[in-house]
């Protein structure tokens, strides 16, 4: 049941409006399990958007499958969307940076408040994210430490590629994750691929692993199945490859694969003079999740990210 959760008038006789994908059994109880799915918070991600249409698609075929509540959220910044502007648009604010928000403050602040409200109370939320357009990501489930405790245990039962555990900062805490995590919503946030683009392999193996979680929580009647091992940073350092230089970074290897300390990550060349400004080395051996997708870079820009002696945290 689609049901619109928070609008509000635009100039120009415009109205924004919020919306949900409802699908919930014919009895809800006390001890019914509720989950939210939410993206698009960012108006240049849309790799969320593939995998809200396999979930809603699954969820309309197996009706009597549904044991739980199931809201799906696929466009949190409408306007962003529309106009493919990672940001709100006319207050170029971060939405994700205006959580808890306030019905009282600017409209991005009203939009953070109304999220928070409707999808509070539910047992477990998915926000899902891209990356931004100059990076590609390996499919990752991103966790605060001090939540790590609650959280690793369930993205396993996603069977994510990868679960980086990180140190938390201040900006965190005002992020949706953090708002609905604080407020006893257990929330996982997603992050894959790049932005402005959708990956079809990426979304449904990621549909597939939410699918499986709900069948493991039981809001779905559904055989789980094994679920893929996980890498973890729990015991291993992230390393961040930034650029000497300015130019053109041109790549040598794909992102998700292992690479060995020395090993080649790519060059930064300059077309002018025909030159090579700079090679990339990695710095170590591990696993390359995170490599440039956009190819000009200027001095400081993030190249790569490696995780040193990656490791297994399902046997």
Not at 88 to 112: C, K
Not at 195 to 209: D, P, S
Not at 233 to 247: M, P
Request: proline share 6%; net charge negative.
């Amino acid at each position: 049941m689609i049901e619109e959760v928070f609008s509000v008038k635009l100039p120009v006789e415009e109205t924004l409006k919020l919306k949900r994908n409802r699908f919930n059994p014919p009895d809800i109880t006390r001890s019914t399990k509720r989950i939210s799915i939410v993206t698009g918070t960012h108006g240049d991600e849309l790799e969320g958007q593939y995998v809200c249409y396999l979930l809603v698609k699954w969820l309309r075929e197996n009706p009597t499958k549904i044991k739980g509540i199931v809201d799906i959220y696929p466009s949190m910044n409408p306007m962003g969307i529309d106009s493919i502007n990672r940001l709100f648009p006319f207050y170029d604010v971060d939405l994700n940076r205006t959580f808890p928000g306030h019905t009282a403050d600017f409209l991005p602040a009203q939009v953070a408040s109304a999220i928070v409200e409707t999808v509070r109370g539910s047992d477990f939320a998915i926000d899902i994210h891209a990356s931004n357009i100059f990076l590609k990501e390996l499919p990752q489930i991103r966790i605060s430490r001090s939540n790590a405790h609650d959280l690793v245990p369930l993205a396993e039962k996603i069977g994510i590629d990868f679960i980086w555990v990180h140190d938390a900062v201040t900006v965190l805490e005002s992020t949706f994750s953090h708002a609905l995590n604080s407020v006893g919503t257990k929330t996982l946030v997603v992050e894959m691929g790049v932005g402005m683009r959708i990956t079809k392999e990426y979304g449904q193996n990621l549909a597939n692993g939410l699918l499986n979680f709900m069948a493991h929580v039981g809001i779905i009647d559904e055989p789980m199945r094994p679920c893929k091992t996980s890498i973890s940073t729990q015991n291993s350092e992230v390393h961040f490859i930034n650029a000497s230089e300015a130019g053109i970074f041109i790549p040598t290897l794909e992102h998700n694969v292992m690479v060995s300390k020395g090993e080649k990550l790519g060059e930064i060349i300059d077309p002018l003079e025909g030159v090579i400004k700079e090679s990339l080395l990695s710095p170590c051996d591990g696993l390359l999740f995170t490599i440039r997708e956009y190819p000009v870079v200027y001095e400081g820009s993030l190249l790569a990210r490696i995780l040193e002696n990656p490791f297994e945290v399902n046997e």
